[in-house]
């Protein structure tokens, strides 16, 4: 069968570690050219030489994708760089655990403009070369907590969450009938660093015990389903793909 991802272009934000260091790893693998994105530059260097070595393209962009103005600097230099954007994977998200009462809503803001704005911002930022090709995906890493009816200890999470997933149903409305496609996938606890983001000793602990254990799915397991979206037919949009541990 052929391979619909190689020589295409994706964009993967958060590629420094977790789910979108996978999701880059894999797309490399599958002969797309990926260039990585996060804030630390040294951690997608690294990534870089890992993916050459493997015999795979990839180019580093330090960014801070709640940042609008490198959104569209930072996409700029990767089309400089790679000739066009073929894919985004918006995955880089942060977790501020903590329910309302005595929060800090410096902590809401950080996680609206890193988990939703930023999104909105890169997606903002490729899309007209994709309209003028009439072909692109653009896919965002939602999470379980989305699914729900918000959590008591995670509320501005989940709440950024359940917002994501309601803007990529409107995206995918809005630049589906033009050929670009719009997915969404909602995992629950895999192993990755983000429990150690958490500053708060104990909500760290807690998210080190959810996340570090024999039940919880891998960065690959979601990278996997990233890579499954991306690899279908430009006709079909896999619109969601909602992943929980077996046990
Ligand atoms: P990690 O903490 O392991 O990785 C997060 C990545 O996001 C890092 O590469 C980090 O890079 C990047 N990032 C964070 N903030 C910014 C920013 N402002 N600008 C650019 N990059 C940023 O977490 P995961 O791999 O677990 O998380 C990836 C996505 O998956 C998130 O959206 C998360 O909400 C979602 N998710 C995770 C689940 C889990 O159980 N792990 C469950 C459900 C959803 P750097 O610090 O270098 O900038």
């Not at 797309?27 to 260039?35: E, F, N, S, T």
């Not at 903002?124 to 008591?152: D, Q, Y």
Request: hydrophobic letters at 45%; glycine letters at 10%; charged letters at 15%.
């Amino acid at each position: 069968s052929t391979n619909l991802l190689k020589g295409k272009v994706a964009i993967v934000t958060g590629a420094s570690a977790g789910i979108g260091a996978a999701t880059a790893n894999l797309l490399a693998a599958q002969g797309a050219r990926v260039a990585l994105v996060a804030r630390r530059r040294e951690r997608l260097t690294a990534l870089c030489e890992e993916i050459a070595a493997a015999g795979g393209e990839a180019a580093a962009f330090a960014a801070d994708v709640a940042d609008e103005a490198q959104a569209g600097t930072t996409v700029a230099a990767v089309i400089a760089h790679f000739g066009q954007v073929d894919i985004l994977v918006n995955n880089a998200g942060i977790i501020r655990p903590g329910g309302i009462v005595g929060a800090d809503a410096a902590d809401w803001r950080d996680t609206f403009d890193i988990n939703l704005l930023g999104p909105m911002y890169w997606s903002r930022a490729v899309l007209p070369g994709m309209l003028e090709r009439g072909a692109g995906h653009i896919v965002t890493v939602s999470s379980n907590a989305a699914k729900g009816p918000g959590a008591p200890t995670n509320n501005a999470y989940a709440a950024s969450k359940h917002a994501i997933t309601a803007f990529c149903g409107g995206l995918r409305r809005e630049v589906g009938p033009q050929g670009v496609r719009v997915t969404i996938v909602e995992p629950g606890a895999t192993h990755t660093e983000i429990a150690e983001t958490i500053a708060e000793p104990g909500a760290r602990d807690a998210m080190r015990e959810h996340l570090y254990n024999s039940t919880a799915m891998q960065a690959g397991d979601i990278a996997a389903a990233i890579c499954y979206a991306l690899a279908q037919h430009p006709r079909v949009n896999v619109d969601e793909i909602w992943l929980t541990p077996t046990k």
